[in-house]
């Protein structure tokens, strides 16, 4: 995944992150919260998504 579509996925509120010192950081549950979601969106279970 790029730069740019991180930034639209933040945009649009897909992916949260975090201002600290002027820098964007990502948490890990931000990335587990979006994958959830990518899963869910296609209907995968967490078995088979693995």
């Known amino acids: 995944m790029n ?10 509120g897909e992916l949260q992150s975090i201002k600290d010192e002027g820098y964007r950081l990502i948490p890990v549950w931000a990335l587990r919260d979006f994958a959830r979601s990518l ?9 088979e998504a693995a």
């Open 39 to 47: 899963e869910a969106k296609v209907g995968l279970t967490r078995e």
């Open 3 to 12: 730069r740019t579509a991180v930034f639209r996925l933040i945009k649009t």
